[in-house]
């Protein structure tokens, strides 16, 4: 964690020097609020302090905006005690509050802080309220955070609806590190608003094995394709999965909820496609020819030709 945290902190040094913040901001009134900054442009900077260095969260045209960003950063990296502008704690009986502190607990600090700069945090939570699909009882242990979302006190026995599959192709398992969603597939069951195609999204899949896998999901307009970008690699390293093998996708459905899943068919386990079976639809002709000689012939049965 503290990995992470230390890359964001010198990425967001370039920033504030790049924009001239430092300096300028020193003439400008300062906000009312904490963890805002005024900019020179009349917008509003958010940031945090991560073991006394600093962590940028953006820019914003409100301040209140920043502020909620800044309480939000707080939080994550606080716990649920930090002091915060407007929000006290997520320790109550609302249920979004409930799956914003889920939200914020299965994610890093840096993926945080990533969502904040980018203006995404706010749809990504929304799409992890729909993909978490618990219900009732709660899946969160105080005491020890963020465990168990996936055990016993959650859905296990669900209807799930058949969304598509794809036959991978050698660039979807290579150095690229992504995998192409076929174009009707991604605008029907993925679909991304103008505002944030480019930058994407974090989608969660459930595996078979009740692991969770968070892919970022974007439009890469250079190609004019969806694809499967973060996550996408160790998703294809940890499975196994090569070229020519099957990826399915589907989803349940439970009242207003909704869970993604993701289950892969590897050629030589498949059922009805594998390997070992389409090689026995290839028929014996028993012939090889080399300069037009059946090398698989009987050497005594050669004459001359």
Not at 47 to 74: C, M, N, P, S
């Amino acid at each position: 964690m503290a990995s992470n945290s230390s890359s964001v902190d010198l990425d967001h040094d370039h920033n504030l020097s790049e924009n001239g913040i430092d300096a300028e901001s020193k003439k400008l009134p300062s906000s009312k609020y904490k963890g805002v900054v005024p900019q020179p442009n009349g917008r509003w900077g958010a940031q945090i302090y991560e073991k006394h260095q600093r962590v940028w969260l953006g820019t914003f045209i409100e301040e209140e905006e920043a502020a909620r960003v800044y309480d939000t950063a707080a939080l994550r990296f606080r716990g649920q005690n930090a002091i915060t502008n407007f929000r006290t704690s997520l320790e109550t009986d609302d249920e979004d509050d409930y799956m914003e502190k889920i939200f914020l607990s299965s994610h890093s600090k840096a993926e945080i802080v990533d969502m904040l700069r980018k203006h995404t945090y706010k749809h990504e939570l929304e799409q992890s309220k729909q993909n978490y699909a618990c219900v009732g009882i709660s899946c969160y242990n105080n005491s020890s955070g963020f465990s168990d979302l996936f055990g016993s006190n959650c859905f296990q026995e669900t209807p799930v609806e058949f969304l598509f599959e794809k036959v991978l192709t050698p660039s979807d398992v290579g150095k690229l590190n992504r995998m192409v969603i076929p174009k009707q597939a991604a605008e029907k069951h993925f679909a991304l608003s103008s505002e944030i195609a480019s930058k994407g999204v974090l989608l969660n899949f459930e595996d078979s094995t009740q692991k969770v896998w968070r892919l970022r999901y974007c439009y890469w307009s250079s190609s004019q394709s969806y694809v499967l970008t973060k996550g996408w690699s160790r998703f294809v390293k940890e499975k196994g999965v090569k070229a020519g093998d099957t990826v399915s996708f589907w989803r349940s459905n439970v009242g207003s909820n909704s869970k993604l899943f993701i289950d892969c068919k590897l050629q030589q386990n498949g059922n009805g496609s594998g390997f070992e079976e389409m090689q026995s639809q290839v028929p014996n002709i028993g012939v090889v020819r080399l300069f037009g000689v059946n090398i698989l012939e009987d050497p005594n049965n050669l004459c001359c030709r």
